[in-house]
């Protein structure tokens, strides 16, 4: 069973920064295509930004793309997600999963609330 372990959120003001990180334990990890997705209150969750291929690919969705980052550490099967300039909107419960195909299962996720 994939086990993925989210960290790194918390309160930032608008135009901070954040940086995730997501722990995955899958033996495969450097193989597959990984994801950040997002929930905000009330909304569906949404794909932020994905990283896949190689040699690596990246893709934003437009309203993250030239703010979000997304990286990965192969050697220590973790993913990262680094957000500058956080907007209100950027406010939610940030999850990582396998992209495109998810994992059954999801994390915790963390929490990123963003203040004026």
């Known amino acids: 069973q994939v086990q993925l372990v989210e960290s790194g959120g918390g309160l930032a003001q608008t135009g901070g920064s954040l940086r995730l990180s997501c722990e995955v334990s899958?033996?495969?990890?450097?193989?597959?295509?990984m994801g950040w997705f997002r929930q905000a209150p009330g909304k569906a969750r949404e794909l932020v930004a994905a990283i896949f291929g190689e040699p690596s690919q990246t893709y934003y969705i437009p309203s993250v793309k030239g703010r979000f980052t997304i990286s990965r550490d192969n050697a220590k099967s973790t993913l990262n997600l680094q957000m500058n300039g956080l907007k209100l909107e950027d406010t939610a419960v940030y999850y990582c999963?396998?992209?495109?195909?998810?994992?059954?299962?999801w994390g915790q996720g963390t929490q990123v609330t963003v203040s004026s």
């Open positions: 999963n396998k992209y495109p195909v998810r994992f059954d299962t």
């Open positions: 899958t033996p495969n990890f450097s193989s597959i295509g």
